[in-house]
């Protein structure tokens, strides 16, 4: 009940005062808690971001190689076709008779013509990414050779490739097929290599 008292009046008005301190005071920890979780949220939110960015990134870069290496490795199949034409282009040279002074000039011209072809259908090859070595005198490798024979010797030391039955094909950089080889047994053994 209010009084005309001032007293009282005053203890009303100090009554109130401390209530609605009190409601604010609960207002502000209210207010202080959901300030609390919004900013709980938002760093959730982007830590979420950079993970999802990073994961963007990941898979970017991984469909770029993926693209690139299908662009590199798509005629695999196309170029290991290509290859057994270029050996056998090979094969038809070295089954012609060996180069005599006084051959028929038909023969000349016909070995010449085919080397010929050889040199510009290799250069194709090498223009597009396949290339071929001969592995001949150099040291056995699986990744590279496929060992057909293996061949006695002293002259040379194990491992050795003595003959190569056809070439090394690689494609970019890549094994498209290995060299037949035929690989020294015995001999010396391989020297090694400092450094």
Do not use: C
């Not at 920890?29 to 900013?39: E, G, I, M, N, T």
């Not at 290509?82 to 089954?95: C, Y």
């Not at 290799?122 to 990414?129: H, I, K, S």
């Amino acid at each position: 009940m209010i009084g005309r008292d001032p007293s009282g009046i005053e203890t009303l008005e100090s009554e109130a005062v401390t209530r609605l301190r009190g409601g604010f005071a609960g207002i502000e920890q209210s207010f202080d808690a959901l300030l609390d979780q919004f900013k709980s949220a938002l760093q959730e939110m982007i830590d979420k971001s950079l993970r999802t960015e990073a994961e963007m990134a990941d898979l970017r870069a991984r469909v770029r190689r993926e693209v690139d290496e299908a662009r590199l490795y798509a005629v695999q199949k196309f170029a290991r076709d290509v290859v057994e034409a270029a050996e056998n282009i090979r094969r038809g040279i070295d089954s012609l008779p060996k180069q005599e002074p006084n051959e028929p000039e038909a023969v000349t011209k016909m070995r010449n013509g085919f080397e010929g072809i050889e040199r510009s259908f290799v250069a194709l090859l090498e223009r597009n990414g396949i290339d071929r070595q001969d592995p001949t005198g150099a040291q056995f490798d699986p990744n590279y050779h496929e060992a057909m024979a293996e061949q006695e010797t002293t002259t040379y030391p194990a491992g050795t490739i003595l003959h190569a039955w056809s070439q090394t094909w690689t494609l970019n950089g890549r094994l498209l097929r290995p060299g037949m080889v035929v690989v020294a047994k015995g001999g010396p053994a391989p020297a090694l290599r400092v450094g």
